[in-house]
């Protein structure tokens, strides 16, 4: 499975600030995730980042609030525009990695967020 | 109708008993099935998949597919206080090409 760390861990920022995590794989993936979970809740897909083309975001998610870079195969950012405290929430960093027959998604730590 | 569902708990069993998780789905094109454990406070951890119908067994844990049924479960035999945490069911769909992940069920685990 492939090791994934994200940075920062956790980070408590004021409402209107933006906030870039990062997330590092030691391999190289084709697809790469970005989650949000919020508290009490299930994982819920922002977008699909993949290298060399624009992300692709789920309905109500917006490339303007999360958007996304993805420069090569082991890294990706996710930033949170203009943040508010429904902001608040675990962000995941997920990717597939195929291991076999078939393709399996792993999760990054995570990082929680707090907005004030 | 939520694409997977999950009874959300308490699942509350004795140490040492076996503790059943179960997961419906509604698309039948989905194709491949996971289970995460996910502690409180932690990112969650793939611990199950199952692609075919039928049994799949790991350990303290068999997965178990019923594509027919649209269901697919898991069973945590000789069930310990350290499997205490929420448990998501997550399903690929080739419809949808993703993975969407259920709302989980949380064990607790009596010692």
């Known amino acids: 499975s492939a090791v994934i760390s994200q940075k920062p861990s956790r980070d408590i920022c004021q409402r209107g600030t933006s906030l870039t995590i990062q997330c590092q794989v030691d391999?190289?993936?084709?697809?790469m995730f970005w989650y949000r979970q919020q508290p009490g809740q299930s994982l819920t897909l922002i977008a699909t980042?993949?290298?060399?083309?624009?992300?692709?975001?789920e309905s109500g998610f917006v490339i303007d609030k999360f958007p996304i870079s993805r420069p090569n195969l082991t890294f990706s950012t996710l930033t949170v525009s203009n943040m508010s405290p429904e902001d608040s929430s675990i962000y995941l960093c997920s990717v597939e990695s195929s291991g076999g027959a078939e393709d399996t998604q792993y999760f990054g730590p995570g990082t929680r967020l707090t907005v004030l | 109708q939520k694409e997977v569902e999950q009874n959300s708990g308490p699942l509350s069993v004795p140490e040492g008993a076996i503790a059943s998780l179960n997961c419906t789905y509604s698309d039948r094109g989905s194709q491949s099935f996971f289970w995460y454990r996910q502690y409180s406070g932690k990112s969650p951890e793939l611990i199950m998949f199952?692609?075919?119908?039928g049994d799949k067994e790991d350990g303290r844990f068999t997965a178990q597919l019923n594509k027919a049924s649209q269901y697919v479960s898991l069973l945590i035999r000789d069930s310990q206080p350290s499997d205490s945490a929420t448990y998501l069911c997550a399903v690929y769909s080739g419809g949808y090409q993703k993975v969407t992940f259920g709302t989980g069920t949380k064990l607790q685990v009596i010692p």
């Open positions: 391999s190289q993936v084709t697809m």
């Open positions: 980042a993949n290298q060399g083309s624009e992300a692709t975001y």
């Open positions: 199952i692609y075919s119908n």
